[in-house]
């Protein structure tokens, strides 16, 4: 909601699937790779590193929306907002992310790694 000005799970930039049928579930979010295949990819450079709040973020005064980056996401955490047609994803909240204080139960948590991400290891 602080992202968008309004409360949809189409809009979240932390998706959460769900199979009941076989107990599983997946947690979708972007890991503010060190090395980000989604910058790599973007066309028009829009996916800008931050380095006071470690976050990518995308300038959607230059996205044209061709979601090259959500392919080229290995963890599925670049999500199209079918409301206001636009790539989207975790950016941090500007270094201090509100569903990790807002959560009731206190499952979530904002870990900075001391190493960067092995994408490689990761998808292998």
């Known amino acids: ?4 000005g309004y409360a949809s799970l189409s809009s979240a930039r932390v998706q ?3 199979d009941p049928f076989r107990g599983d579930h997946r947690i979708s979010i972007c890991r503010q790779c060190s090395k980000a295949p989604c910058a790599e990819v973007c066309p028009q450079d829009a996916i800008i590193y931050d380095p006071a709040t470690g976050a990518w973020l995308i300038d959607y005064n230059l ?3 061709c ?19 636009r790539v989207i994803k975790c950016e941090l909240c500007d270094g201090s992310p509100l569903c990790v204080e807002v959560c ?3 499952a979530l948590a904002l870990q900075i790694a001391a190493d960067s991400i ?6 292998a």
């Open 67 to 85: 979601g090259l980056c959500a392919e080229a996401c290995p963890f599925g955490a670049l999500f199209w907002d079918s409301i206001n047609e």
């Open 16 to 18: 959460v699937m769900l």
């Open 63 to 65: 996205c044209d929306g």
């Open 118 to 123: 092995d994408i490689e290891k990761e998808t």
């Open 104 to 106: 009731p139960t206190g």
């Open 1 to 4: 909601m602080i992202n968008e």
